[in-house]
């Protein structure tokens, strides 16, 4: 006897619904996405308790006629392609005419539709679990209106599932915000137990992106624009000290479709790369559009992963045009020490007066006046290069100073921190990585000047490689020499050095060459960003003060200036924090 059997379409649809439809946000996506499809101009969302309950979408769209309207609702019925070769041409969101005959099957579902002008007469279907149980005629507006009621009626596992509404809501937001931002042309509303979300009006991609993140966010956004044969990339990022901790203001539309794409993520993530920490995400909204045929969309039900043809080529665009927006413009924050703005940085700062301790010290601070006379400051270019050990001092001693110089009071902890005061709190510096972002930016600028300092080395140091290491290292001979480095011999198997960067300590020389070679990157990406991004980078690590090292409140003092005339302070050249402001506010609550 045969055993085996074609699915019943109700047992078929819900299969489906369970690759389509998970949650209520997966509802709020098909219904939005069909709406556009139908060229409406505004499109209104109501849901209540987090979808749950209702979600329900009307739009002014083409709507459908007596006939679509009764087939709509079946398994792979769809409007917008005939034949396999159309998945190659898509224009529409839609197109595998699984999306209605889904959610039916979970639901209890009401479609009314008017093909004609408002108030003339259309049709209504009301389905349960996928199954017809009305027919009408009704007036109606002119466009579509679909209810999807109580989701998952019929599947209690399902409805079990569901988180609390706060969270499904923030799912549904989620949604809402890929396809609003993105049709920006079209006017939406969007309503939650009768509290009205969103009402945007039709407008620019940029206002769109402020209506929705708040008026903040204009002055975080930085242009993006790219234009090449493969693909034309426009939009925005945030600077990078708006970067959060959190994916949420991540997107990526191609060809006007939301999608995640997590090595075109990676792209932008490395062009950010020094200017934020590694536990924070770049904020982005980019469009990229490629030709129809270059890119399949048809490889996830819900459509949100896609493949291109050229994602190696797309990438670079990505970054370089990118890293070129950020350069362009001026990515550092404003660092207005006068004014008591709101520096908004993603770190400890966030959401406080923050003040920057560069000149926000108390010029007559001097605890000590009646006791000693204030020492003449006689200001001596201060270099980090010429550290020695024994300059270093005792934190007594330290504090000493600070008192007789009438200076900038700061001091070092375990030889490791700087520690100084604001108006507002205590700032803690970790010197090394304050030191390297220091020299990185330092070392950036040098590679554009003309003509740099040179170290000769009484002793020239031999370097032994294999031939393929030599050839990598041919890459940045010229960066290298530009920067002061003198190369005796550059020879098939080693090579002899008798100059370096005046700020490189000599006994890091193979070290620093030896991190070259780790950093592979560079040989694969010809860009000349990069690889001066990494020679400034390794540089600078390799020229640093250590995390372990006394140095005197002179130093410290300048170290500290330096640091905040960084274009970025925030984070080492590594993405790492650098200091940390504990307010007085936390202070207080301490005791
Ligand atoms: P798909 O969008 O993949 O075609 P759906 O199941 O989402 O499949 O929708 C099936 C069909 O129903 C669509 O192709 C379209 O013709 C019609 N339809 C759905 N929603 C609307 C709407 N809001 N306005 C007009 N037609 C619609
Ligand atoms: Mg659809």
Do not use: W
């Not at 550092?332 to 700062?349: G, K, R, V």
């Not at 001097?366 to 400051?377: A, G, K, M």
């Not at 050839?471 to 008798?498: D, V, W």
């Not at 991004?533 to 995390?547: F, N």
């Amino acid at each position: 006897m045969s055993i085996i059997k074609l699915l019943p379409d109700s047992v078929a649809n819900q299969i489906a619904a369970g690759e389509v439809v998970q949650r209520p946000s997966s509802v709020v996506k098909e219904l939005l996405e069909n709406s556009i499809d139908s060229g409406a101009k505004t499109i209104k969302l109501i849901i209540k308790d987090a979808g749950k309950t209702l979600v329900q979408v009307i739009d002014d769209g083409i709507g459908m006629n007596k006939d679509d309207l009764k087939k709509c609702f079946f398994r792979h019925t769809t409007s917008k392609i005939r034949s396999s070769k159309d998945l190659y041409s898509l224009e529409t969101m839609g197109f595998r005419g699984e999306a209605l005959s889904s959610i039916a099957s979970v639901s209890h579902m009401s479609i009314i539709s008017n093909q004609d002008t408002n108030d003339s007469l259309g049709f209504e279907i009301k389905l349960d679990g996928g199954e017809e149980k009305l027919f009408n005629e009704i007036i109606s507006s002119k466009g579509t209106t679909i209810s999807v009621k109580n989701l998952f009626f019929n599947i209690p596992a399902r409805r079990n599932f569901l988180k609390s509404d706060n969270v499904e809501l923030k799912h549904i937001i989620d949604e809402f915000h890929r396809i609003s931002l993105i049709n920006h042309e079209i006017n939406f509303i969007f309503i939650n137990n009768n509290n009205e979300l969103f009402n945007l009006s039709k407008s620019i991609f940029k206002e769109r992106i402020i209506r929705i993140f708040g008026n903040s966010s204009k002055q975080k956004l930085i242009p993006i624009s790219e234009e090449t044969d493969i693909a034309t990339i426009s939009g925005f990022v945030f600077k990078p000290e708006y970067s959060r901790k959190t994916r949420s203001t991540q997107f990526f539309f191609v060809n006007n479709r939301f999608i995640k794409n997590s090595h075109l993520n990676h792209a932008v993530k490395t062009a950010y790369e020094g200017l934020i920490q590694d536990n924070l995400y770049p904020s982005y909204f980019l469009k990229i559009n490629v030709p129809l045929n270059s890119i399949d969309v048809n490889i996830h039900p819900n459509k949100t992963e896609i493949k291109f043809d050229n994602d190696q080529s797309i990438y670079a665009i990505l970054k370089s045009s990118i890293k070129h927006s950020l350069g362009q413009f001026n990515i550092a924050p404003t660092i207005d020490f006068d004014n008591n703005i709101n520096l908004n940085t993603p770190y400890s700062f966030k959401n406080r007066e923050a003040s920057i301790p560069k000149v926000d010290y108390n010029q007559a601070f001097n605890p000590f006046e009646n006791l000693t006379s204030p020492v003449d400051l006689k200001t001596k270019d201060f270099d980090f290069t010429n550290f020695d050990d024994s300059v270093g001092q005792d934190h007594f001693k330290n504090e000493l100073e600070i008192l007789k110089t009438n200076s900038f009071p700061s001091f070092q902890l375990k030889s490791k921190y700087i520690i100084t005061k604001t108006s507002s709190g205590i700032v803690i510096i970790n010197q090394k990585r304050a030191h390297q972002r220091i020299l990185y930016e330092k070392f950036l600028k040098e590679l554009s000047n003309k003509v740099n300092p040179i170290q000769t080395l009484l002793f020239p140091v031999k370097l032994d490689f294999n031939s393929e290491e030599i050839r990598m290292l041919k890459l940045i001979e010229a960066p290298l020499i530009h920067l002061g480095f003198k190369f005796n011999a550059f020879e098939p198997e080693n090579i002899e050095i008798s100059g370096i960067h005046p700020f490189l300590n000599q006994n890091n020389i193979n070290e620093l060459f030896q991190d070259f070679l780790k950093n592979k990157d560079y040989n694969q990406d010809n860009a000349v960003h990069t690889l001066n991004d990494l020679i400034a980078k390794l540089l600078a690590k390799y020229s640093s003060i250590s995390s372990n090292e006394s140095i005197n409140v002179k130093l410290q003092e300048s170290l500290v200036n330096d640091l905040f005339a960084c274009k970025d302070p925030n984070v080492s050249p590594f993405g790492k924090l650098i200091f940390k402001l504990i307010s007085l506010e936390e202070i207080i609550k301490i005791f």
